[in-house]
């Protein structure tokens, strides 16, 4: 199904330099905290907030489609939004996807850019030292060490600070150091 608003509040980030906008979607009695990113693969991600917790992640495919085929995610999704034999309606996938793509944002702004430690919170699938949301310092490796940073950092690293961090993960042959307290530390400092 084509998502009209991602394609919208993409082009609306575009200006503001922002690749990941936070937002919350109401549909019917369930709650989401949603992230959009647009760091390396773009993705869709809906951490539910109610009693029923669950996290669900979608591809955006090329022309801001989803996939109307929930698969795994079918029977969560059901459990969060209680549109089983409590409604007694089935839950249509493709219903569900126009609900969704008209509660969620078009205009993207500022204030609603992630820090790192709510992108942790709201992205179960980001496994790497999920205790340490915090940029910390880089570690740089000699090259003649033989070591380098794991493809699980340099995932984390692309997602909490970004495609110019992970550059510079790649470039410097340097692991991204995490905490689990707020150091203030910078990337671009370090």
């Known amino acids: 199904m084509e998502m009209t608003s991602l394609r919208l509040l993409h ?6 330099g922002s690749d990941m906008q936070q937002f919350l979607v109401t549909t019917g009695a369930a709650s989401f905290d949603c992230l959009f990113s647009t760091r390396g693969d773009f993705v869709l991600t809906l951490t539910a907030r109610g009693e029923t917790r669950g996290f669900f992640r979608f591809d955006v495919l090329p022309g801001y489609r989803i996939r109307d085929y929930l698969g795994d995610m079918y029977s969560d999704l059901v459990a969060v939004l209680r549109s089983d034999g409590t409604s007694g309606e089935p ?5 569900f ?7 969620i944002p078009t205009q993207a702004t500022i204030r609603a850019n992630p820090k790192p430690s709510e992108i942790v919170r709201l992205r179960p699938d980001i496994i790497e030292e999920r ?5 910390n310092a ?3 490796w000699k090259e003649d060490s033989g070591r380098r940073p794991s ?17 510079h993960s790649r470039e ?8 689990a307290t707020d150091t ?4 671009q400092a370090s």
């Open 138 to 140: 880089w570690i740089y």
């Open 184 to 187: 203030g530390g910078s990337w």
């Open 97 to 103: 996807l126009a609900q969704l793509n008209q509660a």
């Open 11 to 16: 082009r609306s980030m575009i200006p503001i």
């Open 131 to 135: 205790e340490k949301p915090y940029f």
């Open 91 to 95: 839950l249509k996938p493709k219903d």
């Open 172 to 179: 410097r042959n340097a692991s991204s150091r995490w905490s």
């Open 151 to 167: 493809e699980e950092n340099q995932h984390k690293t692309l997602l909490l600070l970004g495609p110019e961090a992970a550059r």
